[in-house]
């Protein structure tokens, strides 16, 4: 006899059931490695950030500890030679969440974005006369190329200030046309979409509907469980649009104690309780797990927020304050810093006293991971616990 899977969820459960599902609560699967990570995500966040590391790094260390940097990135791109045709990707950068890694066998499920930017009324860049058609026929020509080598990527020291040719490479990537194959000291190396996806993913035939019940869905495996607005944001579609599909999505409704909203779990989540092993660590601030703010002070009774773009004297946290994670819960954060071989915690904040191990085994891995040798704390948003906290430190050290 089949047991039935629960409608109810106690906030406890939800907030298990969405750290499953995010790859942070049981045993990873090392062999599929970041591969595996990047396809049980659906979706890795690229940011131009570099702290102890750039966030795409941060995503798969958070869940299979110390991983080789150079093994991330192989594992996103197979390695392109510029000027010569490149290899198919396992991935491909698009606009997800934000600007994303994206599992290449998701390609034709972007078909319903790429319509919706060919049908694009106005742009913030004009395109000018025959850029287009010549950025195509260089690329057809030479293989991946840079933007530089297009022709340049500025025309003036103003961010906004694109020359033709890259806005024109920048539209042929919205459009599906041209495919970013790898980023190469966080430059885009382009190619032709019709050389770097496989044959058997390179169409657009699937049709609106069919895309976003796709993508409701595996935002849904992703999350484990999520409200409407939750499932919404992971690849930004717009709430009408999960509305059209999610009931066909296969996803399932539940309700969530104390969420107050109508909530929709993956049905495989379900089926078992979610036990195993917590991982203790540093979060990007881009990892999905809290990327959106509502659903993370909701799971975890925890405000976050990145402070990289407000003025200094403002922030409150740090400039890239990571939350830390440990035993299923958001337990302090962490700004960190590196000088020479020394992770620096420029300021720390704890939960209290309970959470100077977690935060010190946190920042023992990640100094590793980076090759630091040393962790000096210089300021803890409680002062009493910065002895205990440092103490901790050089024990674990010793």
């Known amino acids: 006899m089949t047991t039935p899977r629960p409608t109810d969820l106690t906030a406890d459960e939800a907030r298990r059931i969405a750290l499953r599902a995010q790859g ?5 699967n090392r062999k599929a490695g970041v591969r595996g990570i990047l396809r049980h995500l659906g979706a890795v966040q690229l940011d131009t950030i570099s702290v102890l590391a750039r966030s795409h790094e941060l995503i798969p260390y958070a869940r299979l500890g110390a991983v080789g940097r150079r093994t991330v990135e192989n594992a996103y791109w197979t390695t392109a030679s510029i000027g010569a045709p490149s290899t198919r990707p396992h991935a491909f950068e698009y606009w997800s969440h934000a600007a994303c890694i994206l599992p290449i066998e998701e390609w034709p499920h972007f078909a319903f974005r790429r319509r919706a930017y060919r049908n694009r009324p106005h742009w913030n860049h004009e395109l000018p006369d025959g850029a287009y058609d010549q950025v195509i026929k260089q690329l057809r020509a030479e293989g991946p190329l840079t933007a530089t080598q297009l022709g340049g990527a500025k025309r003036t020291s103003d961010w906004w200030d694109w020359s033709g040719a890259k806005v024109a490479v920048e539209r042929a990537l919205m459009y599906g046309e041209v495919v970013c194959v790898e980023r190469r000291g966080w430059k885009r190396i382009y190619d032709l979409a019709e ?14 509907t069919e895309c976003l019940r796709r993508l409701v869905r595996l935002a849904g495996q992703s999350l484990g469980v999520g409200t409407r607005a939750d499932i919404a944001d992971y690849h930004r579609l717009k709430g009408e649009q999960v509305d059209a599909v999610i009931a066909d999505s296969g996803l399932v409704p539940v ?55 407000v003025p200094k004297q403002k922030r409150v946290y740090g400039y890239f304050a990571m939350p830390v994670l440990a035993g299923g819960r958001l337990v302090g954060r962490v700004d960190p810093a590196r000088e020479g071989r020394t992770l620096v915690a420029k300021q720390v904040t704890l939960d209290g006293p309970k959470a100077v191990p977690a935060v010190a085994q946190a920042l023992i891995e990640a100094a590793s991971w980076v090759d630091c040798t040393n962790v000096r704390v210089e300021r803890v948003d409680a002062p009493e616990l910065h002895a205990p906290l440092t103490t901790e430190l050089a024990r674990a050290l010793a």
């Open 24 to 28: 942070l609560l049981g045993t990873p």
């Open 195 to 208: 050389r770097a996806v496989p044959d058997a993913l390179l169409h657009d035939e699937f049709d609106d």
């Open 255 to 309: 309700t969530v104690e104390g969420w107050g909203k109508p909530a929709w779990a993956d049905p495989a989540a379900l089926e078992t309780p979610p036990r195993g092993r917590h991982r203790t660590t540093l979060l990007s601030p881009f990892d999905s797990l809290i990327w959106e703010r509502a659903r993370t002070e909701r799971i975890f009774g925890f405000t976050h927020r990145l402070e990289a773009y």
